[in-house]
């Protein structure tokens, strides 16, 4: 969550490249996972990079178009439409 907020996409990478895929979907004291984060303090790299090792998301649920939407940030709407429209 740290390094999604911070947008130390290195780290993140780092992290998932090691992990078995727990800390992706894992949530904080606030039920925000690190996409969530990401989309929250608008971090492209990061959130491309939590999309490359994405399992779990389910694209087809609103509150990922509410949180793009929310952001105002229109190459984070393209993302997570272009997302949402492959699943």
Same mark, same amino acid.
């Given at each position: 969550?740290?390094? !999604?907020?911070? %947008?130390? +996409?290195?780290?993140? &990478?780092?992290? /998932?490249?090691?992990? @078995? %895929? #727990? ?7 606030? #039920? ?17 990079? /939590? /999309? @490359?090792? &994405?399992?779990?998301?389910? $694209?087809?649920? *609103? #509150?990922? $178009? $509410?949180?793009?939407?929310? *952001? ?6 393209? /993302?997570?439409?272009?997302? !949402? *429209? +492959? +699943?």
């Amino acid at each position: 969550h740290y390094a !999604c907020r911070n %947008g130390n +996409h290195q780290a993140v &990478e780092l992290i /998932l490249k090691n992990d @078995s %895929g #727990s800390q992706i979907n894992c949530k904080d004291h606030f #039920s925000n996972t690190p996409f969530d984060i990401a989309i929250q303090y608008q971090h492209i790299k990061t959130i491309k990079i /939590l /999309l @490359s090792y &994405e399992r779990d998301h389910h $694209f087809n649920d *609103s #509150s990922f $178009f $509410f949180k793009a939407f929310k *952001s105002k940030n229109i190459e984070i709407i393209k /993302l997570i439409t272009k997302m !949402c *429209s +492959h +699943h």
